[in-house]
């Protein structure tokens, strides 16, 4: 059988449903099957998931991609995870069943006691980990489990307790229960994650009151996971790559040499950039801005950095379903199109808040600078650039961290079809922007990809993308002195919204 009739099954499990396709040897993905995945709010701090449904939905979606494969020739060589981060589960691992429901990563409900611990472990952890304590905890979740759930504790007492993030869950079902393992770029978003060390913080994990025997192992991303269970798949084929699926993103855009980055935008909007074989400096960062473990593999670490501005796409749903004051997030971009920029009227995107340039929980969204002489096509311009304005913002806060300048940043998902916004993204950054061609199955194919590497697809990370189709690249339209100019502008705007 030759090279173009092999394929990787990549898993995609996000936050509000899961994917699964098969990325063949040209390095594109086949038809993508997806299944919902309830999230539940018992209340306004705790956010959850049921992992059982969780695992039964991922294992459809990965049954049909098996048997599309069938149908198509396409022999499958490996399997490959991508998965939402810092979302948790519990379970026994004699029954194969979750011993409480499992936390998502948007989980407070330990926000204030994590707070209390923050002016004492903060300065501790940044540089150890590259993560303030923040307002979530798995690790403290889990600890309470085991303290109060007397199903934990007894699993606990018999040896039998497991616990892991979702790809720990998965790969786990996947192997028979053959493996159990975290992959670094998970491990990271779970904390106390030692970055230089590729290992648990025992000093964190005992402040927490997690006992360190029960850690989940660390795993390269490309690591052992085991193999498949031919009953539960139908094949055995190894596991041979498992990521955070903003990590996986950074492959698939391209982000492979220091200064390189890439945007994925969707409800919100995630930036981050690899900063090479050493972690930046997250103590010294501005606020919001992450240091992680890009990817790791044989044995090396691949350092990077992120940020997150937490309404883009969702603020045009906000406008679009909420207030109705327009037909669809097209429309804006499009209206928007048709108008200048508009040194007059301000959106302030901060409908949940400020994370970066600096953390603002209480921030409040507006729109300011009306008069009578505003119009749709003018509040909508001012949208997009509010929007661009504050991915700016995060993009500032990674190139202020990095010993190096930010050289190219490659841009997907949702929003990035908007011409309009990518035009201001450009103006406003200063550098070249590129549209990626496939963004929708970015995080699915940079995961099959680091994979494929493992299993001899491909010869490198850079021979697959460097393969991939150039997308539309929009250069910066404004001078540095009209840029700086708005940019100062816009901080002024921002500062005068703040509580």
């Not at 269970?229 to 990521?243: F, K, Q, T």
């Not at 997030?329 to 007059?344: F, G, K, V, Y």
């Not at 700086?484 to 502008?489: C, I, K, N």
């Amino acid at each position: 059988m030759s090279s173009s009739q092999r394929g990787v099954l990549s898993i995609d499990e996000g936050s509000t449903g899961t994917r699964a396709a098969v990325v063949t040897a040209d390095g594109s993905s086949g038809p993508s099957f997806y299944r919902p995945i309830a999230v539940v709010h018992p209340d306004p701090l705790r956010v959850e998931q049921d992992a059982d449904e969780l695992w039964r939905h991922t294992l459809q979606v990965a049954q049909q991609a098996v048997a599309w494969a069938a149908d198509s020739g396409v022999e499958i060589v490996g399997v490959a995870l991508c998965t939402q981060r810092a979302t948790a589960v519990l379970w026994d691992s004699a029954t194969g069943r979750p011993l409480a429901p499992a936390v998502v990563w948007q989980d407070r409900r330990y926000a204030a006691e994590l707070e209390a611990l923050a002016q004492q472990w903060d300065p501790v952890l940044l540089p150890r980990t590259g993560r303030p304590v923040g307002s979530r905890s798995p690790f403290l979740w889990a600890a309470r489990q085991i303290a109060e759930n007397p199903q934990a504790r007894a699993a606990a007492d018999a040896g039998r307790l497991l616990f892991g993030s979702i790809d720990t869950w998965l790969s786990w079902n996947l192997n028979g229960g053959t493996a159990h393992a975290v992959s670094a770029s998970n491990a990271a978003a779970l904390g106390g994650y030692l970055l230089r060390e590729h290992a648990w913080d025992p000093d964190w994990l005992a402040a927490v009151g997690y006992p360190q025997e029960l850690a989940p192992p660390l795993s390269d991303d490309d690591g052992d996971f085991g193999y498949t269970d031919p009953e539960v798949l139908g094949i055995r084929v190894p596991i041979a790559a498992a990521m955070g699926d903003q990590h996986a993103s950074l492959i698939a855009l391209g982000a492979l040499e220091p200064g390189q980055g890439m945007c994925m935008h969707g409800t919100g909007t995630f930036v981050g950039a690899l900063t090479g074989d050493e972690p930046a400096d997250a103590a010294n960062a501005v606020d919001g801005v992450l240091a992680l473990v890009g990817w790791r593999s044989g044995g090396r670490s691949r350092f990077s950095l992120e940020a997150y501005t937490s309404t883009t796409g969702s603020a045009l749903r906000w406008l679009v379903e909420d207030l109705q004051l327009f037909d669809s997030a097209e429309q804006i971009s499009e209206l928007a199109a048709t108008h200048p920029r508009d040194r007059d009227t301000w959106f302030v995107p901060t409908l949940a808040g400020l994370r970066t340039p600096m953390a603002v929980p209480g921030a409040r969204a507006c729109l300011t600078g009306l008069s009578l002489a505003t119009t749709r096509a003018g509040i909508a311009r001012a949208v997009l650039e509010g929007i661009a304005h504050s991915v700016c913002d995060t993009a500032d806060g990674l190139r202020s961290t990095m010993d190096g300048p930010l050289t190219r940043l490659r841009v997907g998902g949702g929003l990035a079809a908007s011409d309009a916004l990518m035009q201001s993204q450009a103006d406003l950054s200063g550098i070249p922007i590129e549209r990626v061609a496939d963004s929708a199955t970015a995080s699915l194919r940079g995961v099959a990809y680091l994979a494929g590497v493992r299993l001899g697809l491909w010869g490198s990370l850079d021979e697959v993308v460097g393969a991939r189709p150039v997308g539309r690249t929009f250069e910066p339209a404004t001078t540095d002195h009209e840029r700086q100019e708005l940019r100062a502008e816009w901080q002024r705007e921002l500062r005068k919204s703040l509580p």
